[in-house]
């Protein structure tokens, strides 16, 4: 069966530093992928999205890579702030369907 | 630009009842979403509109589920009866190609 796979664990971070946040996925083949990013008591919050003929794609202080022979994306918060922490969502799409991970807490410290 | 809008915010409905969930798209957006959000559990989708006419249903969970969206400009997702499963936070999104951006969900709570 399908599974996307994000850590389940909470990513605590310093101030500054880089934020790396992988999603493996296994029995999917994605024609592109999203990261949302989701506050507490709010909806996703479209990040960027990546095309599967595409290896790499940056937004200001992010990045995300996506790899469909390892099956994997990963998403990088660079110099980081206290206001990037958030749980960060990976969302598979097929025919439109976006399938989602569970999600990734990054907390970023002063 | 205002962006996608749901109704209410919060329910709270005793198992039984009717409870029916309201998403205005982004104007000019022809897909319309609706996902659901289980305790503890990833966001699912339900199903996929474009303009009035449904074009993937296949995440509806039960017939107990009808949704709606006359006129190809809100939608509408009747629980019709609730029960207790189908507690959790229902989300809507709109798109006019790829990127589907989200509402802030509605809190459904049955008692």
């Known amino acids: 069966s399908q599974k996307i796979e994000q850590n389940s664990e909470a990513l605590n971070i310093q101030e500054g530093k880089t934020a790396t946040l992988t999603c493996n996925y296994t029995?999917?083949?994605?024609?592109?992928l999203q990261w949302y990013r989701q506050d507490p008591g709010r909806g996703p919050v479209f990040l960027l999205l990546?095309?599967?003929?595409?290896k790499e794609k940056r937004k200001e202080r992010l990045k995300v890579t996506f790899d469909t022979t390892l099956k994997q994306s990963l998403f990088h918060i660079t110099a980081s702030q206290p206001a990037d922490s958030a749980t960060y969502l990976c969302?598979?799409?097929?025919?439109?369907?976006?399938?989602f991970g569970k999600g990734n807490q990054v907390v970023v410290i002063p | 630009e205002a962006g996608v809008t749901q109704f209410p915010s919060h329910s709270v409905i005793e198992k039984g009842q009717t409870v029916t969930l309201r998403c205005d798209p982004i104007?000019?957006?022809?897909?319309l979403y609706w996902y659901r959000r289980v305790m503890g559990k990833e966001i699912k989708f339900l199903l996929h509109?474009?303009?009035?006419?449904?074009?993937?249903e296949s995440g509806m969970p039960n017939n107990r589920f009808l949704a709606e969206r006359t006129g190809g400009t809100y939608s509408t997702l009747k629980v019709q009866p609730a029960e207790l499963e189908d507690s959790g936070v229902y989300f809507c999104?709109?798109?006019?190609?790829?990127?589907?951006?989200f509402g802030p969900g509605t809190r459904l709570t049955v008692l």
């Open positions: 990546i095309r599967e003929n595409e």
């Open positions: 969302a598979l799409a097929r025919n439109n369907r976006l399938a």
């Open positions: 509109f474009v303009k009035e006419s449904k074009q993937d």
């Open positions: 999104a709109s798109s006019h190609s790829d990127t589907q951006y």
């Open positions: 029995n999917y083949s994605p024609a592109y």
């Open positions: 104007s000019g957006h022809d897909n």
